[in-house]
């Protein structure tokens, strides 16, 4: 019985988390910014012919440490589920704290830094270790055209 009970509370502790609102407490400049950036993202996904039914944006003038990846729902016009997403390190040592203030971008190989612009998410890559566990990106911009190259993925 108490099985049931603890699967019972985790479902509706999931369910719940499903069903709150993802952009509460959120600033008003912040849901502008997601606001504008969601509309950009329709117009170009219906000029592409790509999915309107969702969108990922991450809002990179959020500090790294906090949830700044967004799922956002382009039928309801609101962010369905929100979670964290970091960035490249640069010239930084990895896993260092750098860039979380101030992150550095660039479209060029071997600068380990994250590129700004909208993404196409392709086929599951392999990682270093072999197994299927993130899926390539293509950029879709200049600033974002050496995605498959710098191995930018989805993870």
């Given at each position: 019985?108490?099985?049931?009970?603890?699967?019972?509370?985790?479902f509706?502790?999931?369910?719940s988390?499903?069903?709150?609102?993802?952009?509460?407490?959120?600033?008003?400049?912040?849901?502008?910014?997601?606001?504008?950036?969601?509309?950009?993202?329709?117009?170009?996904?219906?000029?592409?012919?790509?999915?309107?039914?969702f969108?990922?944006?991450?809002?990179?003038?959020?500090h790294?440490?906090?949830?700044?990846?967004?799922?956002?729902?382009?039928?309801?016009?609101?962010?369905?589920?929100?979670?964290?997403?970091?960035?490249?390190?640069?010239?930084?040592?990895?896993?260092?704290?750098?860039?979380?203030?101030?992150?550095?971008?660039?479209?060029?190989?071997?600068?380990?830094?994250?590129?700004?612009?909208?993404?196409k998410?392709?086929?599951?890559?392999?990682?270093?270790?072999?197994?299927?566990?993130?899926?390539?990106?293509?950029?879709?911009?200049?600033?974002?055209?050496?995605?498959?190259?710098?191995?930018?993925?989805?993870?």
């Amino acid at each position: 019985m108490k099985k049931y009970i603890f699967l019972l509370s985790l479902f509706c502790l999931f369910a719940s988390r499903l069903t709150a609102p993802a952009c509460a407490g959120e600033s008003p400049d912040q849901l502008a910014r997601m606001k504008t950036k969601s509309a950009e993202a329709l117009a170009f996904c219906k000029k592409n012919n790509y999915n309107t039914d969702f969108c990922v944006l991450i809002d990179m003038k959020i500090h790294s440490g906090k949830k700044r990846a967004y799922l956002w729902n382009f039928k309801g016009d609101t962010a369905q589920l929100k979670g964290m997403c970091s960035h490249g390190c640069g010239a930084n040592p990895w896993s260092g704290t750098g860039t979380k203030d101030k992150p550095v971008f660039s479209n060029v190989p071997d600068s380990h830094c994250s590129s700004l612009g909208k993404y196409k998410v392709g086929k599951r890559g392999v990682s270093a270790w072999g197994i299927k566990v993130n899926y390539v990106l293509t950029g879709l911009e200049s600033t974002n055209s050496n995605a498959v190259k710098r191995e930018i993925v989805l993870h």
